[in-house]
Structure formats: C-alpha cells, structure tokens
Nanobody, 125 residues
Framework: QVQLVESGGGLVQAGGSLRLSCAAS????????MGWFRQAPGKEREFVAV????????YYADSVKGRFTISRDNAKNTVYLQMNSLKPEDTAVYYC??????????????????WGQGTQVTVSS
C-alpha cells in the first residue's frame, strides 16, 4: 500500500536549520509531483513547496522562498525539505504530499492523492 513517512522534525532555535525527509512507497515515485505543506495550531494548512517528478522544477511559498529548499532523490524514493534561517513562525506540523498533477499540489491541496502523517517542527525564539 501507499506510504509517505516524514522524519527529521524537532526543536530548533531561531536561525537554525532542519532537514525533513519523506520516504515514499507503493507508487511510481518519479511520476508524482511531491509537495510539502504545514499546519500551525489554529491555522489552516499552508502550501510550502513543490517539486516536479523529474526534480527539474520547483516552486515555493513566498514565506519560505530563499530559506527553504525542496529536493528529491528518485533512486531512493525520497523527497527532502532543507529549512534554513528558521523563524518561530515556521513552527507547525509539516506534511509531505504526492500527486501526479503539479497544479493540484500548488492550487488544490484538498484534492491531493496521498498524504503523510506529519512531523512536528518547533522553532524557539
């Protein structure tokens, strides 16, 4: 069956870095755009970044542009989110998502095919 398993979350001080990983199984990984979303307490889920199946295209939310980098290793069926210069407002549960359609990940997350269970990121001030 399909699985998306995130890891790498934790507690970090403001200005620090974390690298999230999402290991995928059960589907043809390279055929899917992969995205990262986050949800802070009391807030709606927010798009963070997306990468195309080949890894040749990426797109970021303005709030993380220049600080976060999304990448993927199709040989390992894994997508990463390198987060630098972290801020307290980055505190959230981070979810990985997979869909064949790039536009769904970027504009219609409710229709995304697969979701991970999430990993907590906490940035202290």
């Amino acid at each position: 069956q399909v699985q998306l398993v995130e890891s790498g979350g934790g507690l970090v001080q403001a200005g620090g870095s974390l690298r999230l990983s999402c290991a995928a199984s059960g589907f043809t990984f390279s055929s899917y755009a992969m995205g990262w979303f986050r949800q802070a307490p009391g807030k709606e889920r927010e798009f963070v970044a997306v990468i195309s199946g080949s890894g040749g295209a990426t797109y970021y939310a303005d709030s993380v542009k220049g600080r976060f980098t999304i990448s993927r290793d199709n040989a390992k069926n894994t997508v990463y989110l390198q987060m630098n210069s972290l801020k307290p407002e980055d505190t959230a549960v981070y979810y990985c998502a997979a869909d064949r359609r790039w536009t769904v990940v970027t504009t219609a997350p409710a229709a995304v095919t697969y979701w991970g269970q999430g990993t907590q990121v906490t940035v202290s001030s």
